[in-house]
């Protein structure tokens, strides 16, 4: 897999207070984050959180309102097609010609990019290999499964040879078989010197692919970092879940709770309690007179940190 390579002093992302407003809406908040070459960084976030919009900025798509944007070492407002030409861009909803064959998909998309039609054959045949849909070239686009669209989609977006892939929300819907399949053929291009910059809502997906991230709420960013400093600078190491039978007053419960770890979270059908042992912990548990149902230690995960810091409140 071969890779297009400009020379980028620094990073070949990096924003400093940058704003998005549509009318008196704020929908990123003077946001400041560096992505550096050969990287894999990931924007999560709530519903509503900014993450798509800043997608947007980056991709030169939509103008910022304030503060200052360099990707690839340019200006999207001054070198907007120059950037966009060395982009892979993978939308949040696939945008297949659904009526025409994998192999034409693949063809006009690289004739977007004046590549020359020998070109577009040899890099088309070696992408389609590449997401293993090489034996569906010839199938039209619209019978074929959620995650071989994806795939597709992916592809179709290396035509160029990109050095800088955009990718929103690159596996929501899709099997686990196909979100697999996914990461792994994600992990070869990171290899492979490509630069991911991507959206998630799911925080394993974040934890396998990413060594940095920010998590944005209400149009800021509140943390950044490796997912394993994350996890070791807002939660704790372990977390024990514990179930009661009934419905026990949870304000007795928290009280009773409140010794046994670092923190306790009472939720509608169980206690989460962050605690840096958690088989002490469950021992106290069961020692301290609280009848449970079930005792589960696990190890604390970026979801943890993810809803620590934005809350559990659904955001449509």
Known sequence: MRVASHAVAGPLVEARALTKRFGSFVAVDRVDFAIAPG????????????????????????????????????????DGARIRARLGVV????????ELTVWDNMQIYGRYFDLP??????????????????????????????????????????????????????????????????????????????????????????????DRLVIMDEARIVAEGSPRDLIAAHVTREVVEVRFDGTPDSHVLAEKLRPLGQRSEVLADRVLIYTT????????????????????????????????????????
């Open 117 to 210: 039609r020998p070109v577009i054959r040899e890099r088309a045949t070696e992408l389609l290999d590449f997401v293993q849909l090489g034996d569906r070239r010839a199938s039209r686009v619209d019978p074929l499964s959620g995650g071989m669209k994806r795939r597709l989609t992916i592809a179709r977006a290396l035509i160029n040879q990109p050095e800088l892939l955009l990718l929103d929300e690159p596996t929501t819907g899709l099997d686990p078989q196909a979100r697999h399949l996914l990461w792994d053929r994600l992990y070869q291009l990171k290899r492979a010197g490509v630069t991911l910059v991507l959206t998630t809502h799911y925080m394993d997906e974040a934890e396998q692919l990413c």
């Open 277 to 316: 042992d958690g088989d002490a912990t469950a021992r106290e548990v069961s020692s301290n007179g609280l009848s449970a149902e079930s005792v589960l230690v696990r190890r604390a995960s970026l979801e943890d940190v993810f809803l620590t810091l934005t809350g559990r409140t659904l955001e449509d």
């Open 39 to 78: 990287e894999a960084f990931g924007f999560l976030g709530p519903n509503g959180a900014g993450k798509t919009s800043t997608m947007r900025m980056i991709g030169c798509v939509s103008p910022r309102t304030d503060g200052d944007l360099r990707v690839l070492g340019m200006d999207p407002a001054r």
């Open 91 to 98: 939308p949040q909803e696939d945008n297949l010609d659904t």
